[in-house]
Protein backbone atom coordinates (compact mmCIF):
# COMPACT_ATOMS: atom_id res chain seq x y z
CA UNK A 1 0.00 0.00 0.00
CA UNK A 2 1.20 3.49 -0.75
CA UNK A 3 -0.21 7.05 -0.39
CA UNK A 4 -0.35 9.82 -3.05
CA UNK A 5 -1.73 13.67 -3.07
CA UNK A 6 -2.14 15.44 -0.20
CA UNK A 7 -4.91 13.34 0.93
CA UNK A 8 -3.11 10.34 1.57
CA UNK A 9 -5.23 7.97 0.33
CA UNK A 10 -4.28 4.64 -0.59
CA UNK A 11 -3.14 3.85 -3.40
CA UNK A 12 -5.97 0.53 -2.98
CA UNK A 13 -8.83 3.07 -3.12
CA UNK A 14 -7.70 5.52 -5.98
CA UNK A 15 -7.57 2.16 -8.23
CA UNK A 16 -10.86 0.85 -7.46
CA UNK A 17 -11.78 4.50 -8.79
CA UNK A 18 -9.80 4.27 -11.27
CA UNK A 19 -11.22 0.69 -11.93
CA UNK A 20 -15.00 2.27 -13.32
CA UNK A 21 -13.41 5.62 -14.14
CA UNK A 22 -13.04 6.54 -18.12
CA UNK A 23 -9.34 6.52 -19.05
CA UNK A 24 -9.39 10.47 -19.42
CA UNK A 25 -11.01 11.33 -16.11
CA UNK A 26 -10.39 13.90 -13.49
CA UNK A 27 -10.22 11.21 -10.00
CA UNK A 28 -9.25 14.11 -7.79
CA UNK A 29 -5.79 12.37 -7.34
CA UNK A 30 -3.00 14.68 -8.38
CA UNK A 31 -1.02 12.34 -10.43
CA UNK A 32 -2.48 9.23 -10.60
CA UNK A 33 -3.31 10.14 -14.31
CA UNK A 34 0.23 9.99 -15.10
CA UNK A 35 0.08 6.42 -14.18
CA UNK A 36 -2.52 5.38 -17.30
CA UNK A 37 -2.00 5.26 -20.88
CA UNK A 38 -3.37 7.71 -22.50
CA UNK A 39 -6.04 6.63 -25.33
CA UNK A 40 -4.01 7.27 -28.20
CA UNK A 41 -1.62 4.68 -27.13
CA UNK A 42 -3.47 2.36 -25.48
CA UNK A 43 -3.36 0.32 -28.30
CA UNK A 44 -1.75 -0.75 -31.54
CA UNK A 45 1.54 0.93 -32.78
CA UNK A 46 1.93 2.36 -29.12
CA UNK A 47 1.50 -0.43 -27.51
CA UNK A 48 3.51 -2.27 -29.00
CA UNK A 49 6.25 0.15 -29.19
CA UNK A 50 5.63 0.28 -25.01
CA UNK A 51 6.05 -3.11 -25.69
CA UNK A 52 9.41 -3.64 -27.47
CA UNK A 53 11.39 -0.93 -25.26
CA UNK A 54 9.65 -1.59 -21.73
CA UNK A 55 10.78 -5.54 -23.05
CA UNK A 56 14.22 -3.88 -23.62
CA UNK A 57 14.58 -2.72 -20.48
CA UNK A 58 13.93 -5.65 -18.19
CA UNK A 59 16.49 -7.66 -20.38
CA UNK A 60 19.00 -4.80 -19.63
CA UNK A 61 18.21 -5.06 -16.18
CA UNK A 62 18.92 -8.97 -16.12
CA UNK A 63 22.22 -8.19 -17.84
CA UNK A 64 23.85 -4.83 -15.83
CA UNK A 65 21.91 -5.27 -12.28
CA UNK A 66 23.85 -8.12 -11.27
CA UNK A 67 25.76 -6.93 -8.19
CA UNK A 68 22.93 -4.50 -7.56
CA UNK A 69 22.93 -6.52 -4.22
CA UNK A 70 26.05 -4.49 -2.64
CA UNK A 71 23.96 -1.49 -3.43
CA UNK A 72 21.76 -2.97 -0.87
CA UNK A 73 24.31 -1.85 1.89
CA UNK A 74 22.47 1.67 1.82
CA UNK A 75 19.36 0.13 2.96
CA UNK A 76 20.21 -0.43 6.60
CA UNK A 77 20.92 3.31 6.54
CA UNK A 78 17.55 4.65 5.32
CA UNK A 79 15.85 2.38 7.55
CA UNK A 80 17.76 3.38 10.59
CA UNK A 81 16.29 7.15 9.67
CA UNK A 82 13.19 5.65 8.82
CA UNK A 83 13.31 4.07 12.41
CA UNK A 84 14.61 6.91 13.94
CA UNK A 85 11.73 9.53 12.47
CA UNK A 86 9.23 7.35 13.45
CA UNK A 87 10.42 6.46 17.27
CA UNK A 88 11.43 2.43 16.91
CA UNK A 89 14.56 1.14 17.71
CA UNK A 90 17.59 1.16 15.84
CA UNK A 91 19.35 -1.28 17.87
CA UNK A 92 18.40 -4.40 16.82
CA UNK A 93 18.15 -4.18 12.87
CA UNK A 94 21.53 -6.13 11.83
CA UNK A 95 20.26 -8.91 13.92
CA UNK A 96 16.24 -8.81 12.81
CA UNK A 97 17.84 -8.39 9.07
CA UNK A 98 20.33 -11.86 9.56
CA UNK A 99 17.25 -13.92 11.68
CA UNK A 100 14.86 -13.44 8.37
CA UNK A 101 17.61 -13.33 5.54
CA UNK A 102 19.57 -17.16 6.61
CA UNK A 103 18.76 -19.86 5.04
CA UNK A 104 16.00 -22.30 6.92
CA UNK A 105 14.16 -18.95 8.06
CA UNK A 106 10.73 -19.73 6.69
CA UNK A 107 9.49 -20.07 9.36
CA UNK A 108 10.38 -16.84 10.65
CA UNK A 109 8.97 -15.43 7.14
CA UNK A 110 5.66 -16.87 7.71
CA UNK A 111 5.01 -14.95 11.10
CA UNK A 112 5.50 -11.87 9.26
CA UNK A 113 3.20 -13.03 6.62
CA UNK A 114 0.63 -13.55 9.10
CA UNK A 115 1.10 -10.50 11.30
CA UNK A 116 -0.61 -8.63 7.80
CA UNK A 117 2.59 -7.96 5.47
CA UNK A 118 1.33 -10.94 2.99
CA UNK A 119 0.85 -8.06 0.24
CA UNK A 120 5.04 -7.66 0.76
CA UNK A 121 5.63 -11.44 0.47
CA UNK A 122 2.61 -11.39 -2.51
CA UNK A 123 4.89 -8.57 -4.23
CA UNK A 124 8.45 -9.76 -3.53
CA UNK A 125 8.90 -11.11 -7.26
CA UNK A 126 8.16 -7.38 -8.46
CA UNK A 127 9.43 -5.70 -5.45
CA UNK A 128 12.91 -5.60 -6.09
CA UNK A 129 13.07 -4.98 -10.01
CA UNK A 130 10.95 -2.00 -9.12
CA UNK A 131 13.30 -0.46 -6.94
CA UNK A 132 15.39 0.06 -10.39
CA UNK A 133 13.06 -0.56 -12.93
CA UNK A 134 9.70 1.23 -12.94
CA UNK A 135 7.97 -0.70 -15.63
CA UNK A 136 4.49 -1.87 -15.84
CA UNK A 137 4.37 -3.91 -18.77
CA UNK A 138 6.90 -6.46 -20.35
CA UNK A 139 7.27 -9.53 -22.25
CA UNK A 140 7.02 -12.86 -19.88
CA UNK A 141 9.80 -13.89 -20.90
CA UNK A 142 11.96 -10.94 -20.22
CA UNK A 143 10.19 -10.35 -17.24
CA UNK A 144 10.62 -13.87 -15.66
CA UNK A 145 14.75 -13.12 -16.78
CA UNK A 146 14.87 -10.33 -14.93
CA UNK A 147 13.23 -11.54 -11.66
CA UNK A 148 15.64 -14.71 -12.06
CA UNK A 149 18.78 -12.77 -12.16
CA UNK A 150 17.45 -10.64 -9.09
CA UNK A 151 16.55 -13.59 -7.39
CA UNK A 152 19.89 -15.49 -7.65
CA UNK A 153 22.03 -12.64 -6.81
CA UNK A 154 20.17 -12.15 -3.44
CA UNK A 155 18.78 -8.57 -4.28
CA UNK A 156 15.24 -10.04 -4.31
CA UNK A 157 15.59 -11.61 -1.22
CA UNK A 158 17.79 -8.67 0.57
CA UNK A 159 14.68 -6.17 -0.48
CA UNK A 160 11.81 -8.23 0.86
CA UNK A 161 13.68 -9.03 4.16
CA UNK A 162 14.16 -5.38 4.76
CA UNK A 163 11.02 -4.62 4.50
CA UNK A 164 9.48 -7.09 6.54
CA UNK A 165 11.93 -6.35 9.22
CA UNK A 166 10.46 -3.19 9.26
CA UNK A 167 7.31 -3.83 9.28
CA UNK A 168 8.07 -6.28 11.99
CA UNK A 169 9.55 -4.34 14.05
CA UNK A 170 6.40 -1.13 13.60
CA UNK A 171 4.14 -4.17 14.63
CA UNK A 172 6.26 -4.98 17.94
CA UNK A 173 6.71 -1.47 19.04
CA UNK A 174 2.95 -0.67 19.14
CA UNK A 175 2.31 -3.82 20.78
CA UNK A 176 4.42 -2.89 23.35
CA UNK A 177 2.67 0.38 23.84
CA UNK A 178 -0.52 -1.23 24.18
CA UNK A 179 -0.91 -0.50 28.08
CA UNK A 180 -0.07 3.27 27.53
CA UNK A 181 -2.48 5.98 26.74
CA UNK A 182 -2.43 8.24 23.86
CA UNK A 183 -1.00 10.92 25.57
CA UNK A 184 1.65 8.50 27.38
CA UNK A 185 2.94 7.27 24.05
CA UNK A 186 6.11 8.08 23.20
CA UNK A 187 6.03 11.74 20.82
CA UNK A 188 7.21 10.05 17.95
CA UNK A 189 5.00 7.34 17.80
CA UNK A 190 2.15 9.23 18.72
CA UNK A 191 3.56 11.70 15.86
CA UNK A 192 3.08 8.66 13.25
CA UNK A 193 -0.59 7.67 14.26
CA UNK A 194 -1.35 11.45 13.99
CA UNK A 195 0.18 12.20 10.36
CA UNK A 196 -2.15 8.96 9.27
CA UNK A 197 -5.35 10.50 10.80
CA UNK A 198 -5.12 8.28 13.84
CA UNK A 199 -6.17 9.74 17.50
CA UNK A 200 -6.57 8.94 21.06
CA UNK A 201 -10.03 7.30 20.01
CA UNK A 202 -8.53 5.33 17.27
CA UNK A 203 -5.60 4.25 19.98
CA UNK A 204 -8.06 3.14 22.11
CA UNK A 205 -9.88 0.72 19.60
CA UNK A 206 -6.24 -0.63 18.54
CA UNK A 207 -4.55 -1.17 21.99
CA UNK A 208 -7.93 -2.35 23.34
CA UNK A 209 -8.45 -5.49 20.32
CA UNK A 210 -7.66 -9.10 21.16
CA UNK A 211 -4.21 -9.51 20.92
CA UNK A 212 -3.10 -12.90 18.92
CA UNK A 213 -0.50 -15.06 20.13
CA UNK A 214 1.85 -16.18 17.49
CA UNK A 215 5.33 -18.60 18.36
CA UNK A 216 5.45 -17.21 22.10
CA UNK A 217 4.59 -13.62 21.99
CA UNK A 218 1.06 -11.01 21.67
CA UNK A 219 0.81 -9.23 18.74
CA UNK A 220 -1.40 -6.21 17.87
CA UNK A 221 -4.03 -7.10 15.15
CA UNK A 222 -5.74 -4.32 13.47
CA UNK A 223 -7.34 -6.75 11.25
CA UNK A 224 -9.44 -8.29 14.44
CA UNK A 225 -11.18 -4.72 14.88
CA UNK A 226 -15.09 -3.36 14.32
CA UNK A 227 -13.15 -0.49 12.74
CA UNK A 228 -12.29 -2.28 9.51
CA UNK A 229 -11.45 1.10 8.06
CA UNK A 230 -9.06 1.75 11.14
CA UNK A 231 -7.19 -1.26 10.79
CA UNK A 232 -6.76 -0.51 7.45
CA UNK A 233 -5.22 2.90 8.29
CA UNK A 234 -2.91 1.13 10.93
CA UNK A 235 -1.47 -1.14 7.94
CA UNK A 236 -1.39 1.64 5.31
CA UNK A 237 0.89 3.92 7.75
CA UNK A 238 3.18 0.52 8.08
CA UNK A 239 3.19 0.03 4.72
CA UNK A 240 3.59 3.51 3.64
CA UNK A 241 6.87 4.01 6.02
CA UNK A 242 8.24 0.53 4.28
CA UNK A 243 7.64 2.03 1.13
CA UNK A 244 10.09 5.05 2.80
CA UNK A 245 12.70 2.60 4.96
CA UNK A 246 13.52 0.15 1.94
CA UNK A 247 12.75 2.45 -1.37
CA UNK A 248 10.88 1.68 -4.16
CA UNK A 249 9.55 3.18 -7.06
CA UNK A 250 6.37 4.60 -5.81
CA UNK A 251 3.44 6.03 -7.20
CA UNK A 252 4.86 9.43 -6.65
CA UNK A 253 7.91 8.68 -8.61
CA UNK A 254 5.98 6.93 -11.33
CA UNK A 255 3.66 9.77 -11.46
CA UNK A 256 6.67 12.50 -12.06
CA UNK A 257 7.83 9.89 -14.46
CA UNK A 258 5.48 8.86 -16.47
CA UNK A 259 3.84 12.51 -16.51
CA UNK A 260 7.09 13.53 -18.63
CA UNK A 261 7.34 10.36 -20.55
CA UNK A 262 4.05 9.24 -22.64
CA UNK A 263 4.05 5.38 -22.45
CA UNK A 264 3.73 4.40 -26.21
CA UNK A 265 5.21 7.49 -27.85
CA UNK A 266 8.73 7.43 -29.34
CA UNK A 267 9.69 10.94 -27.26
CA UNK A 268 7.92 8.94 -23.97
CA UNK A 269 9.79 5.59 -24.29
CA UNK A 270 13.56 6.93 -25.16
CA UNK A 271 13.57 9.06 -22.12
CA UNK A 272 12.15 6.42 -19.87
CA UNK A 273 14.96 4.32 -21.04
CA UNK A 274 16.96 7.43 -20.07
CA UNK A 275 16.03 7.13 -16.53
CA UNK A 276 16.18 3.48 -16.37
CA UNK A 277 18.31 2.65 -13.19
CA UNK A 278 17.52 6.36 -11.88
CA UNK A 279 14.64 5.86 -10.81
CA UNK A 280 16.04 4.90 -7.54
CA UNK A 281 17.62 7.75 -6.83
CA UNK A 282 14.34 10.12 -7.53
CA UNK A 283 12.40 8.01 -5.40
CA UNK A 284 14.74 8.27 -2.57
CA UNK A 285 14.72 12.50 -3.30
CA UNK A 286 11.14 12.67 -3.37
CA UNK A 287 10.32 10.65 -0.43
CA UNK A 288 13.38 12.25 1.82
CA UNK A 289 12.10 15.77 0.61
CA UNK A 290 8.51 15.18 0.83
CA UNK A 291 9.73 14.18 4.97
CA UNK A 292 12.30 16.76 5.46
CA UNK A 293 9.05 19.55 4.35
CA UNK A 294 6.54 18.11 7.47
CA UNK A 295 9.43 19.19 9.75
CA UNK A 296 10.40 22.59 11.59
CA UNK A 297 13.82 23.58 10.62
CA UNK A 298 15.45 22.35 13.50
CA UNK A 299 14.86 19.11 13.13
CA UNK A 300 14.71 18.56 9.89
CA UNK A 301 18.48 19.89 9.74
CA UNK A 302 18.91 17.23 13.05
CA UNK A 303 17.37 15.21 10.26
CA UNK A 304 19.36 15.65 7.23
CA UNK A 305 22.23 15.59 8.75
CA UNK A 306 21.67 12.08 10.45
CA UNK A 307 20.28 10.87 7.04
CA UNK A 308 23.83 12.21 4.91
CA UNK A 309 26.15 10.54 7.09
CA UNK A 310 24.38 7.81 7.16
CA UNK A 311 24.19 6.82 3.63
CA UNK A 312 27.53 8.20 2.99
CA UNK A 313 28.98 5.89 5.54
CA UNK A 314 27.34 2.66 3.66
CA UNK A 315 27.64 4.45 0.27
CA UNK A 316 31.57 3.81 1.42
CA UNK A 317 30.81 0.21 2.32
CA UNK A 318 28.88 -0.72 -0.89
CA UNK A 319 32.02 0.94 -2.57
CA UNK A 320 34.56 -0.90 -1.39
CA UNK A 321 32.67 -3.96 -2.04
CA UNK A 322 32.46 -2.99 -5.37
CA UNK A 323 35.84 -3.11 -5.63
CA UNK A 324 36.62 -6.49 -3.93
CA UNK A 325 33.81 -8.07 -6.43
CA UNK A 326 35.52 -6.33 -9.45
CA UNK A 327 39.07 -7.78 -8.25
CA UNK A 328 40.81 -4.70 -6.71
CA UNK A 329 41.59 -3.62 -3.46
CA UNK A 330 39.74 -1.48 -1.43
CA UNK A 331 40.05 2.21 -2.72
CA UNK A 332 41.16 4.85 -0.06
CA UNK A 333 38.90 6.56 2.02
CA UNK A 334 40.79 9.57 3.23
CA UNK A 335 39.91 11.45 -0.09
CA UNK A 336 37.47 14.21 -1.01
CA UNK A 337 36.26 12.17 -4.24
CA UNK A 338 36.14 9.30 -2.66
CA UNK A 339 33.70 10.99 0.20
CA UNK A 340 31.67 12.11 -2.86
CA UNK A 341 31.18 9.24 -4.78
CA UNK A 342 30.20 7.49 -1.16
CA UNK A 343 27.51 10.18 -0.81
CA UNK A 344 26.11 9.43 -4.35
CA UNK A 345 26.25 5.79 -3.86
CA UNK A 346 24.12 6.11 -0.49
CA UNK A 347 21.30 7.81 -2.44
CA UNK A 348 21.16 5.55 -5.16
CA UNK A 349 23.17 6.89 -8.00
CA UNK A 350 26.40 5.18 -7.54
CA UNK A 351 27.04 5.23 -11.54
CA UNK A 352 27.58 9.14 -11.40
CA UNK A 353 30.30 8.63 -8.58
CA UNK A 354 32.39 7.25 -11.15
CA UNK A 355 32.53 10.23 -12.67
CA UNK A 356 34.16 12.37 -10.34
CA UNK A 357 37.42 9.79 -10.44
CA UNK A 358 37.50 9.60 -14.82
CA UNK A 359 36.33 10.50 -17.50
CA UNK A 360 35.28 7.70 -18.20
CA UNK A 361 32.59 5.94 -15.92
CA UNK A 362 33.04 1.67 -15.22
CA UNK A 363 31.32 0.83 -18.26
CA UNK A 364 33.99 3.05 -20.48
CA UNK A 365 31.45 5.99 -21.31
CA UNK A 366 31.26 9.60 -20.46
CA UNK A 367 29.32 11.76 -18.81
CA UNK A 368 26.58 12.40 -21.32
CA UNK A 369 26.50 8.41 -21.77
CA UNK A 370 26.09 8.08 -18.24
CA UNK A 371 23.44 10.42 -18.52
CA UNK A 372 21.67 8.57 -21.54
CA UNK A 373 21.19 5.55 -20.44
CA UNK A 374 22.54 2.01 -20.84
CA UNK A 375 20.76 2.21 -24.27
CA UNK A 376 23.34 4.33 -25.50
CA UNK A 377 25.90 1.56 -23.81
CA UNK A 378 24.53 -0.71 -25.78
CA UNK A 379 23.61 0.90 -28.85
CA UNK A 380 27.74 2.07 -28.77
CA UNK A 381 28.58 -1.28 -28.91
CA UNK A 382 26.55 -2.09 -31.31
CA UNK A 383 28.31 0.67 -33.30
CA UNK A 384 31.51 -0.17 -32.21
CA UNK A 385 31.08 -4.25 -33.78
CA UNK A 386 30.24 -2.38 -36.85
CA UNK A 387 33.01 0.14 -37.33
CA UNK A 388 35.57 -2.39 -35.64
CA UNK A 389 38.56 -3.47 -38.29
CA UNK A 390 37.74 -7.23 -36.59
CA UNK A 391 34.02 -7.65 -36.13
CA UNK A 392 34.46 -11.12 -34.51
CA UNK A 393 36.64 -9.68 -31.98
CA UNK A 394 34.85 -6.67 -31.33
CA UNK A 395 31.71 -8.93 -30.92
CA UNK A 396 32.94 -11.05 -28.38
CA UNK A 397 34.57 -8.43 -26.03
CA UNK A 398 30.96 -6.81 -26.76
CA UNK A 399 28.66 -9.72 -26.03
CA UNK A 400 29.73 -10.33 -22.39
CA UNK A 401 27.94 -7.67 -21.32
CA UNK A 402 24.87 -9.18 -23.00
CA UNK A 403 24.28 -12.39 -21.35
CA UNK A 404 22.22 -12.37 -18.71
CA UNK A 405 23.57 -12.67 -15.40
CA UNK A 406 27.11 -11.90 -16.23
CA UNK A 407 28.30 -9.24 -13.67
CA UNK A 408 26.13 -11.28 -10.80
CA UNK A 409 28.49 -10.22 -7.45
CA UNK A 410 29.81 -13.00 -6.09
CA UNK A 411 30.57 -14.95 -9.54
CA UNK A 412 31.35 -12.22 -11.75
CA UNK A 413 34.91 -11.91 -11.02
CA UNK A 414 35.72 -15.96 -11.47
CA UNK A 415 33.70 -16.10 -14.44
CA UNK A 416 35.73 -12.69 -15.85
CA UNK A 417 38.84 -14.02 -14.79
CA UNK A 418 38.89 -17.66 -15.76
CA UNK A 419 36.64 -17.30 -18.96
CA UNK A 420 35.95 -14.27 -20.65
CA UNK A 421 39.43 -13.18 -20.26
CA UNK A 422 40.60 -16.32 -21.81
CA UNK A 423 38.13 -16.20 -24.91
CA UNK A 424 39.26 -12.87 -25.32
CA UNK A 425 42.63 -13.65 -25.00
CA UNK A 426 42.23 -16.55 -28.10
CA UNK A 427 40.45 -14.09 -30.32
CA UNK A 428 42.10 -10.43 -29.67
CA UNK A 429 46.15 -10.07 -30.22
CA UNK A 430 45.75 -6.84 -28.76
CA UNK A 431 43.89 -7.88 -25.84
CA UNK A 432 46.31 -5.93 -23.86
CA UNK A 433 45.15 -2.75 -24.67
CA UNK A 434 41.81 -3.68 -22.48
CA UNK A 435 43.37 -5.06 -19.58
CA UNK A 436 45.71 -1.54 -19.42
CA UNK A 437 42.90 0.96 -19.70
CA UNK A 438 41.53 -1.33 -16.68
CA UNK A 439 44.50 -1.00 -14.30
CA UNK A 440 44.38 2.93 -15.40
CA UNK A 441 41.34 3.15 -14.21
CA UNK A 442 42.22 1.13 -11.05
CA UNK A 443 45.12 3.73 -10.59
CA UNK A 444 42.99 6.57 -11.18
CA UNK A 445 40.57 5.28 -7.91
CA UNK A 446 43.72 4.71 -5.82
CA UNK A 447 43.82 1.06 -5.96
CA UNK A 448 45.13 -1.75 -7.76
CA UNK A 449 44.26 -5.40 -8.98
CA UNK A 450 44.68 -8.46 -6.58
CA UNK A 451 43.26 -10.94 -9.41
CA UNK A 452 44.82 -9.04 -12.52
CA UNK A 453 42.77 -9.19 -15.98
CA UNK A 454 44.30 -12.32 -18.17
CA UNK A 455 45.30 -14.36 -14.72
CA UNK A 456 43.51 -17.39 -13.82
CA UNK A 457 44.49 -17.04 -10.54
CA UNK A 458 45.08 -14.11 -8.27
CA UNK A 459 48.19 -13.08 -7.14
CA UNK A 460 47.86 -12.34 -3.70
CA UNK A 461 45.15 -11.59 -1.44
CA UNK A 462 43.55 -8.48 -1.15
CA UNK A 463 45.50 -5.77 0.73
CA UNK A 464 42.78 -3.99 3.19
CA UNK A 465 45.17 -1.59 4.08
CA UNK A 466 44.70 0.07 1.12
CA UNK A 467 41.50 1.50 2.12
CA UNK A 468 43.22 3.75 5.19
CA UNK A 469 46.12 5.27 3.11
CA UNK A 470 45.67 8.44 1.15
CA UNK A 471 43.61 9.40 -1.90
CA UNK A 472 45.23 8.96 -6.19
CA UNK A 473 47.56 11.43 -6.30
CA UNK A 474 45.83 15.03 -8.33
Known sequence: ISTTGSRGRSIASVALRFRFAPPTADTGDGGVNALTIPADHSVGAGQRLALAFSTYRAFATATKLGSAFLSGASDFAFQASARSFNGLSKRGLPGQYLKLMRPGSIEDQKLAVRRGLIAEEWASRTAAQSRYV???????????LA????????????????????????????????????????????????????????????RSAPMERDRGADWIAPHKLDDQELGSRFMEMVHTETDIAVPVSDLNTRAVMNSQFTRGSAIGELGRSMFQFKSFGVSVMLAQWQRIMTLNSGDALTYMIGFLLGTTLTGALALELKSLAAGRDPRPMWDLDFLKASLLQGGGFGIFGDLLFSDQNRAGGGFAQTLAGPMVDDVQGLRNVVTAKDPRRQLVREAKGLIPGNNIWYSRLVLDRMLADQIEQMVNPAYGEGYRNQERYAREQGTSFYWRPGDTAPARAPDFSNALEEGPAQ
Do not use: C, I, N
Open 147 to 206: EGVLRVSLLARHTQTMRWVYGMETLATYTEAAGKSFADLAPKLRGALERYGMGSEDWDKL
Open 134 to 144: MEEMSSEFSRR
